[in-house]
């Protein structure tokens, strides 16, 4: 007899194959004194396997540096952090000049699926991210998706959790860590009433989890074509980060006017259409996650960029990565030009994340307009980083083709208007925290 398409027999030994893992995060024991917020040092798995196999693994989260020697390629030297809610692992072999960066993420699909199809309920998705660069001139990127279905709730003492917060919480990455895992919480895995010295040094989440197989083999799955598209995507957003990175730090950029506290730029680069940059500081108390937060949100757009006529999201992945139309008013008796680009996130250390955009060719729909003419977003996007004196300092970086018999003053005119918006985001965002 089979059971949403699987046999009972080979069920029941998947069941009993699948391990149950136990995962705590260790807290720094010699905190300074009367510290609200102690730091995490490490991240322990125990993972309980079958025929009473118990193993265990430790991840120092401190920044520390460590050693491990591997019988196969020799030495590797090994520092790992939190990264908001990543785990990021470096490691570094200097004899043969690589660094590999592996990072962990646990999420739900079904608050960011698109229409990849992932049902709502308790599923969950592990992702593991791969980045190796050597000495050889080719460079590895790989994404592997773990997707479980999360079989009984973890029991997690939830206030004292949000003691640990402290009143003047800022934005670092152990601290959002908490925020996160407090905030997802759901009311059926709350344990009231726990007296806070019941509460180790410890968070403890234990959970039983079956493979994603277990579900009715007709729930929609992403096609090959899917995920190779999606990692094609990735690929080129993390690329696309790393360019406005290098970007924001080269020479020959030039002051191009001021604006109610934004500082305008231009670049100009052989055969290519100028980049425009705007820059602003935010003096107020604003988190970098904050702001990051507010741009990367669609819907949030037209209250900062007048000159936006349409938008909406044609395609969501799982991984964060969008793909978005734009269509934008014309000015100066020039027709408007719309977008079709893919955005990706990036983060660049704590306090410090990256937005890239870039035009892709996907196909036309009856939502898109058809007095619009098509232009190419060459590069494009937002950097939000902390600055030495505390400050959060936003910038736009916008190289766009335009696509049409127009004159150069025209083009500049119009690019460097729309590198005002971060104006606009400075004003509402103040208004909101206010």
Known sequence: MAFFGVPWVKRMAMHRATPTCIITLGIESDAPSGSLMPDIASLHVVAKLPLGITKTNEVPLDGRETEHFDEDSGLWKTTAWI?????????????REATLVETRQLFDPSSRRGSLGWPAGNEMVLR????????SPQLVDLTINRYFVQEAPSAIDRSALLRRLPSNYSDSGRLSLYRDVASSIKPSQLLYGTPASAM?????????REPVEMMDE???KPSAEELEEMERYTIEGRKACEALYDMAR????KEAGRKDGAKLYRKDIPNMPMMGRGTIEFQEEIPVQTVFDYIWDPDTKPEYDPMLDAGFSLHVYPNELGIMYQAFRGQYGVPGRDFIVMAWKESFGEDHMILGFKSID????DRMSKKHVRGKCILGGFEVRRL???HVELSYFNQAD??????????TQAKLDQLKIVTNVKRQLIKKTA
């Open 200 to 208: 180790p040094d410890s968070i403890r989440s234990v959970g039983v």
């Open 218 to 220: 007709e729930e929609p």
């Open 402 to 411: 335009l696509c049409g018999n127009i004159s150069e003053w025209l083009v």
């Open 128 to 135: 593991y991210q791969f980045h190796l660069t050597s000495s």
């Open 362 to 365: 996907w196909p036309d729909d």
């Open 388 to 390: 030495e004196n505390g």
């Open 250 to 253: 080269s020479d020959g950029w």
């Open 83 to 95: 990264d908001r809610n990543r785990i990021v692992v470096k490691r570094v072999h200097q004899t």
